[in-house]
């Protein structure tokens, strides 16, 4: 998408103005948000966010319409006379896998953030979520291509895109660990163009690694013949959820008249008259069949969705999401 308009915002780290003592205060101001808001959430068993129930043997406890009968009980049930489950414990250590797209299109932002602020909070959110215990959580950074935009870049050629940048960040388990894989994220510099999203992907299946939780955080706008085939591989070894970032102004846009804006990706200049009902209109639809076919190829792949919007309580959606998720694990029983 198009860049219309900069955006300032707390966690934005210009190339040549970010000290890297501000990042780290935006960091521990963001840590602190989000420990407030979804501390004791997940507390207890792993079948409240993503990964399964387990497949150690815990407790017995009496049946509940909605119970997954394959879990009975048979020797209690034979011994009480009454229907009893049998409760699973999951493992202890989980191991969490981040790929992060990080390309030119997340450096942009209409509403409270820019896309890429949201995308370090997602990740800072998971961390919090995932590295108590002794897990280990890991990443993979995607940052567009490697070539440098000429000064002025919508009165030139656009750039070519150089090789792909990626970074990864071995998993590992700790506090301190996990702070430094979200430094790295906060401090990854934007290039000019954009990730192979598929690749990003495809870097959690190589090496082949434990079962565990593999999360994307992209606004996924790639072509989803590039990235849908890769995500359905990771899915068949791991939890997979799919956090997909988006600005307002990508679904519809309003009516200012003559409207400038910049591709990021590749530095072309367009002016858009976004006075014309008709315009605004097509581009709604295009947009929202955009994301229909976003949400249809993650819905193929088996991957858990989330939305993030720039102009919404992202930490609030995310609340509400693992609420939801946790629901779903339990069928609305008590475990």
Do not use: C
Request: glycine share 8%; aromatic share 4%.
């Amino acid at each position: 998408m198009a860049r219309a308009a900069a955006v300032t915002s707390p966690l934005r780290r210009p190339a040549d103005a970010a000290p890297p003592d501000r990042t780290e205060a935006v960091l521990s101001r963001l840590q602190l948000l989000v420990t407030r808001k979804l501390d004791g959430l997940l507390q207890g068993d792993y079948a409240g966010l993503l990964p399964g129930p387990g497949s150690e043997a815990g407790e017995s406890r009496e049946y509940r319409p909605g119970d997954d009968v394959r879990r009975m009980d048979w020797p209690v049930t034979a011994r009480t006379t009454t229907p009893h489950v049998r409760r699973t414990v999951a493992d202890r250590e989980l191991e969490t896998w981040l790929a992060v797209d990080l390309s030119a299109s997340l450096d942009f932002g209409t509403g409270r953030w820019l896309k890429r602020d949201v995308v370090v909070a997602a990740a800072a959110a998971l961390t919090h979520l995932t590295v108590r215990g002794g897990n280990r959580i890991g990443a993979v950074i995607g940052s567009g291509g490697g070539a440098s935009a000429p000064p002025r870049r919508w009165r030139g050629a656009p750039p070519v895109p150089g090789p792909d940048v990626f970074t990864r960040v071995p998993a590992r388990s700790g506090r301190k660990e996990a702070q430094g894989l979200l430094r790295a994220i906060a401090g990854t510099e934007i290039r000019p163009g954009r990730s192979d999203l598929g690749t990003l992907v495809d870097m959690l299946n190589r090496p082949p690694r434990r079962r565990g939780v593999a999360v994307v955080i992209s606004d996924f706008l790639a072509p989803t013949d590039r990235w849908a085939r890769p995500l359905r591989k990771l899915r068949v070894r791991h939890d997979v959820l799919a956090i997909e970032v988006v600005d307002p102004r990508e679904l519809e846009l309003p009516d200012v008249g003559v409207l400038p804006v910049v591709d990021p990706e590749t530095g072309g200049l367009h002016e858009v008259q976004t006075a014309d009902p008709r315009l605004r209109q097509r581009y709604a639809e295009a947009a929202a069949a955009q994301r229909a076919e976003i949400s249809a190829a993650l819905r193929g792949a088996g991957a858990a969705h989330l939305r993030l919007r720039t102009d919404r309580d992202w930490l609030l959606d995310m609340v509400r999401f693992v609420a939801a998720q946790r629901h779903a694990r339990t069928r609305g029983t008590t475990r």
